[in-house]
């Protein structure tokens, strides 16, 4: 079975809601859209308090290079264009619509009938993408026709559908595979015409079989559609690791996947794109796992973007009694929530609730050098070293160490026996290199 | 026995005589010709080499000086007017006077005033946490008492204080070197003049959100009424982003923007107790 | 308010592993070879050791509380191993006032002088061990010969080690052959039936250990299996050369500290480099080091003084063997 060579390690799966079918939940009376849902620049307003809008209607247009389109995601009265507490836990703009029915736009197509026949051209394709605000629905949140525009000079040979899943609890990806197989195959199937690619490798992890199954299954009947099965380990879902993996190639350092001919996108964007391009409907929706060891039901819900996630956590029994940590995203590199007043955003895959046991850190020690942190790091850095220098407030020197490579897995801090805060570290060190970095660019 | 000494004597001699000759040459070749007046000026430096006078070191700021052979924007927070008084002769220029600073503070968000609504467990670091979340008390602009500034001070005049979680800033031992004014993430201490008998009167608040949203997270926020800029007859107070801000080179002291301030946001330092007939509003800081 | 929510970087989730396994592992993984040693050396080993390690402990409960004020750590484990393997070091006849005096200079100067575990350049216990050497070499090579080699010769009560045998033998002229006759048979070599320190006689038992500490992955494979390894080739290619004056290479594997000292001594995490090349390089030294001082210097046994220089490289060899960084060596075929 295949794997990436250097480092990672092996966290415990507690894969609770793998089992749960992805369950519809009802509308929220108020939707707060986050205007700040991508990489790059926030797209400006187009609507103003008062308007009438329908779903789909476009509500935010992206006008950077890097920026994507927002769509609300309910049909109503937009109250207010105002800055409200989003997932960052900062007050970030977002435009808040008082929920009036359910009026969709004409043009989306609401059957549920799936349609095989890809007829739009490459540029057409990437139009719709770029018009649907697509973005990386793995939680980088990259706009996806961004990925999709090789540059010039470079060519697409593989494109890489990441079904890895590995961080621990999250099973979104995982119940679109198994239910919405069919439609995502189609999605990757459109995303190759886009790059004008031949083949595509799905990479999935040996931990979800029937989801392997299920999509070798489907793939005999497409062309040029091959499912790699991968052996768990964590990060596998790293874009730089799962091309190793998948395709045995390496990213140089500092450079992106299309230096060795491939593009990695997510099962949830194919998923996406499948629906942008076929059916015309633009990204509103996503499946949220909400789960945790506490949690009464864990379940993976479909969201409208910007539903409070409190009517989530109701859904999956309310929020236990001691709780502790709300983690936005996966245990290993989510974002620990600062309030529940927030609302559903595209990058969220999962809300992981953590009792008090599993809350708090471990309390740190000596280092002792066991160098466990330079085995499990992925990217063959010395993690000991980078947070030696920032406790030293050599932060500048990590450069050579070159912290940039760090994608901030957390491999390091999870595996440390004394419990050091090493990413913590890295990550200013890394912050502190990267300002040094623009600084000199200029 | 005799001769094992002798002659490790002899080869020891040697080998000295032969370094030393080697020695005088590299120094001859490498010698550096360099002002006599930079020494002069370097011993007249405190030699903390703090930074604050923005040269990398005492020695480098006394390298400019003589290079440029003026004093002109040049000043050593630590040493003072006295000291470039003292520097003047050396290179022939008359320093000019320049008022004294000090740090302070712009953020009352203690515990008591912006109760915490989260809890941090992580490495102890402002610039972290800056990067993670607003802070415990969901202040995007309050202090975030990890204490990057304690660490930064050369000079241990900031502490942090355990039961409110602000640092505080020891006004004897403050030289206004402006290290913690770099360290801090959020940009809230200022390097202030410290006024006569280091009297002094500032909005103890950063942040700059509206009023409402604000007092939401902190009793004592400045929420942008408007009121200390009306009643100032100096025009020292302006208000920006909903923030009052208080230009120190303009006040007069005469205290009665403190007096109307409604979240009690302005404070005054070291000032002698108003009479009962004029009840103070705003919170007089221990010190 | 009890319920805040916590805030802290990611991730959130962290390994089962901790200081406190990791260290009570390895006192797990030394104790068959302390109960061979308590077979071999009787009573007079059971009171070293336990004279060793409570010494170790307290020398450390007693310094981090009174001198350095700090909070107490003695629970995780790490002056036990330093107790263990002094004791594991030095003959069962020393005196106990030697043994504590031992255990000071190991804890007290070897690590808490650089401010405790995690931050001592050189093994403790090597550094107890090799000042004990120094300081009082008699005692410290006078090797009581064991239980069972006793019940066969009642008056030899202490002998030089096998190494010391054929050391001082070659420099007086005898062949190897010829000695070979006065060392104890290799079975009995590997089950620890000869004279020596405590922990050095038994190959099989530490071998027991290191598989044990290999399976809990305290330890990796590259240092035991390339200081092993160069001393076996090295002292093989001698022994091909002149086998009259060198002996061959599994008398070397099975004598002396080398086992006790390549599973247990050079593995110590702290004072070893932190890459997988880097300790590949480390163990060769160690290596090296041990053969050089067996066959031509001063002493006749070298562990501990190879491991002590390498310890000292440790720094040098981090410098210069960094991890393979990713995307580093392009090669997509």
């Not at chain 1, 808040?96 to 004409?106: A, F, K, M, Q």
């Not at chain 3, 096998?162 to 060392?183: D, R, Y």
Request: aromatic share 6%; proline share 5%.
């Amino acid at each position: 079975m295949k794997t990436f060579k250097l480092g990672g390690v092996h966290p415990k799966e507690n894969k609770l809601s793998s089992n749960q079918k992805i369950k519809e939940i009802g509308l929220p009376k108020t939707a707060t859209i986050s205007l700040t849902q991508c990489l790059g620049a926030s797209p400006e307003p187009v609507v103003v308090k008062g308007d009438k809008v329908k779903v789909g209607q476009l509500i935010a247009k992206g006008n950077a290079f890097i920026s994507a389109n927002i769509h609300t995601s309910v049909s109503g009265t937009v109250t207010k264009v105002d800055d409200a507490v989003d997932a960052s836990g900062f007050r970030r703009k977002s435009i808040v619509i008082d929920v009036e029915g359910d009026e969709w736009l004409e043009t989306i197509d609401r059957s549920t009938i799936i349609n095989n026949n890809i007829v739009a051209s490459k540029d057409e394709i990437i139009a719709k993408i770029k018009e649907a605000g697509i973005v990386g629905m793995g939680g980088a949140t990259f706009p996806t026709h961004v990925k999709l525009m090789v540059p010039q000079g470079k060519k697409a040979q593989s494109l890489i559908i990441n079904g890895v899943e590995c961080e621990p609890y999250l099973t979104s990806d995982h119940r679109v595979m198994l239910e919405r197989g069919e439609e995502m195959m189609i999605g990757v199937r459109i995303l190759m015409k886009a790059l004008e690619v031949e083949s595509a490798y799905i990479g999935i992890e040996n931990n979800k079989k029937d989801a392997i199954d299920y999509l070798s299954k489907l793939s005999e009947k497409s062309l040029g559609i091959h499912i790699v099965p991968l052996k768990v380990k964590y990060p596998q879902g790293g874009e730089k690791q799962l091309i190793k993996a998948a395709v045995n190639r390496e990213v140089p350092s500092g450079k992106l996947p299309i230096e060795v001919g491939c593009v990695v996108q997510n099962v949830g964007t194919a998923l996406a794109v499948y629906e942008a391009v076929q059916k015309n409907k633009p990204l509103i929706d996503r499946v949220v796992t909400v789960t945790g060891t506490s949690v009464k039901n864990p379940c993976n819900l479909l969201a409208r973007i910007g539903t409070p996630i409190s009517m989530l956590l109701e859904e999956a029994g309310g929020v236990p009694e001691d709780t502790k940590k709300v983690i936005n995203g996966g245990p290993m590199m989510g974002k620990a929530l600062n309030t529940l007043e927030v609302n559903v955003v595209k990058g969220m895959s999962g809300l992981v609730i953590m009792p008090e046991s599993e809350s708090k850190r471990p309390s740190t020690a000596n280092c002792i050098r066991c160098a466990k942190c330079t085995f499990v790091c992925p990217m063959g850095l010395a993690p000991y070293q980078i947070s030696l220098m920032t406790e030293s407030g050599n932060a500048a020197l990590a450069e050579d160490e070159r912290v940039m490579d760090c994608m901030e897995c957390g491999s390091c801090s999870y595996t440390c026996p004394s419990a050091r805060p090493l990413l913590d570290n890295i990550r200013v060190a890394k912050n502190k290199v990267g300002l040094i970095i623009r600084s000199r660019a200029k | 026995m005799n001769t094992a000494i002798l002659f490790a004597v002899i080869t020891l001699s040697i080998i000295g005589v032969l370094s030393a000759i080697i020695l005088y040459f590299i120094a001859q070749k490498f010698k550096v010709i360099e002002d006599p007046r930079i020494d002069l000026v370097a011993e007249l430096l405190p030699g903390a080499n703090c930074g604050g006078c923005g040269f990398a070191g005492c020695r480098n700021f006394a390298e400019n000086i003589v290079k440029n052979e003026s004093l002109e924007n040049m000043f050593c927070p630590v040493g003072g007017n006295d000291l470039l008084k003292q520097i003047g002769p050396v290179i022939g220029q008359v320093a000019e006077e320049k008022e004294p600073t000090i740090a302070v503070l712009r953020c009352n968000g203690s515990f008591a005033n912006a109760p915490s609504k989260t809890q941090y467990d992580g490495v102890k670091s402002c610039y972290f946490i800056n990067t993670l979340y607003p802070g415990d008390n969901a202040c995007p602009f309050s202090c975030l008492g990890a204490g990057d500034c304690v660490v930064s001070c050369q000079f241990d005049a900031i502490y942090i204080d355990e039961t409110t979680g602000l640092p505080v800033i020891i006004e004897e031992k403050c030289v206004s070197c402006g290290a913690c004014v770099k360290a801090c993430p959020r940009a809230i201490i200022e390097l202030r003049k410290k006024g006569k008998k280091s009297r002094r009167i500032y909005v103890s608040c950063v942040n700059k959100e509206k009023g409402a949203i604000s007092r939401k997270n902190c009793a004592v926020s400045c929420i942008g009424c408007g009121k200390c800029v009306k009643e100032c007859k100096f025009e020292a107070i302006t208000l920006e982003n909903n923030l009052a801000y208080i230009d120190f080179n303009k006040c007069t002291l005469c205290r009665k923007c403190v007096a109307v301030c409604p979240q009690n946001s302005i404070h005054e330092l070291n000032f002698p107790e108003r009479k009962a007939s004029q009840p103070a509003s705003g919170v007089v800081e221990e010190n | 308010m009890a319920n805040l929510l916590t805030i802290s970087g990611s991730p959130h989730v962290s390994t089962n592993q901790s200081i406190n396994k990791i260290m009570w592992g390895v006192v797990i993984a030394l104790v068959p070879t302390m109960l061979v040693s308590f077979w071999y050396f009787g009573l007079g080993a059971i009171i070293l050791t336990l004279t060793s390690v409570i010494a170790c402990v307290l020398f450390e409960f007693l310094i981090q509380k009174y001198l350095l004020k700090q909070e107490s750590t003695v629970t995780d484990g790490s002056a036990v191993i330093t107790g263990i393997l002094l004791a594991l070091n030095v003959p069962s006849n020393l005196p106990i006032w030697m043994m504590i005096v031992g255990a000071l200079v190991a804890i007290g100067v070897a690590k808490m002088t650089y401010g405790g575990l995690g931050k001592n350049p050189f093994n403790p216990a090597l550094i107890g061990r090799v000042f004990l050497l120094m300081s009082f070499p008699v005692n410290m090579t006078s090797w009581p010969t064991t239980l069972a080699q006793r019940a066969i010769l009642p008056d030899v009560i202490t002998g030089p080690t096998a190494l010391g045998i054929i050391k001082e033998g070659v420099a007086k002229g005898e062949t190897v052959q010829q000695l070979m006759h006065n060392v104890p048979s290799y079975t009995d070599m590997f089950i620890g039936n000869m004279g020596g320190s405590l922990g050095e006689v038994s190959a099989i038992a530490i071998i027991l250990g290191g598989l044990f500490m290999l399976f809990r992955k305290i330890i990796s494979w590259h240092i035991p299996a390339s200081f092993i390894l160069t001393v076996f080739v090295f002292t093989g290619m001698l022994f091909y050369i002149d086998n009259t004056k060198f002996v061959d290479p599994v008398f070397h594997l099975l004598t002396g500290g080398l086992m006790l000292g390549a599973i247990f001594m050079a593995t110590d995490m702290v004072t070893s480099p932190m890459t997988k090349s880097g300790m590949l390089l480390f163990g060769f030294g160690c290596g090296l080091l041990t053969v050089l001082i067996r066959v031509w210097g001063a002493y006749p046994e070298g562990v501990s003084f190879a491991i002590l220089i390498m310890n000292a490289l440790v720094p040098l060899i981090n410098k210069g063997f960094k991890p393979k960084k990713f995307g580093e060596v392009v090669n997509n075929g």
